[in-house]
């Protein structure tokens, strides 16, 4: 392995570890990256779009939405013009998550993340 690669994977294993040391809900790699698909790219969001950029069914998506939405990081929100359409939208709880996730990620707390980064 490469040295850059693995100080890559060493900032990503130490930012999982304090991530899971936090006691913040844990969420898997499917949840997770649907809810950075929300918040980081331009909506509007559905259930179908989400699948398709993520290149899994619509129930997966749907199931990692029960969960996030249980939490109150996503919510459901139908569409007015047609009934049958359902958006994801961001929520305040969601946004804050995502802000203190980022922290688990800063540079300058652990210098193997900086020189990662650099």
């Known amino acids: 392995m490469a040295a850059a690669e693995a100080q890559t994977l060493a900032v990503w294993m130490s930012t999982l570890v304090d991530y899971v040391r936090s006691g913040e809900p844990d969420l898997t790699n499917?949840?997770?990256?649907?809810?950075?698909?929300?918040?980081?790219?331009?909506?509007?969001h559905t259930v179908r779009g989400l699948a398709r950029a993520l290149n899994v069914s619509k129930p997966v998506v749907t199931r990692a939405l029960n969960r996030l939405g249980a939490l109150g990081y996503l919510r459901r929100q139908r569409d007015d013009s047609d009934k049958r359409n359902i958006f994801v939208a961001r929520t305040s709880e969601g946004a804050e998550f995502l802000e203190e996730f980022g922290q688990f990620l800063g540079v300058g707390e652990h210098p193997q993340r900086s020189r990662a980064l650099a």
């Open 30 to 44: 499917r949840q997770m990256a649907l809810l950075l698909l929300v918040y980081l790219k331009p909506g509007p």
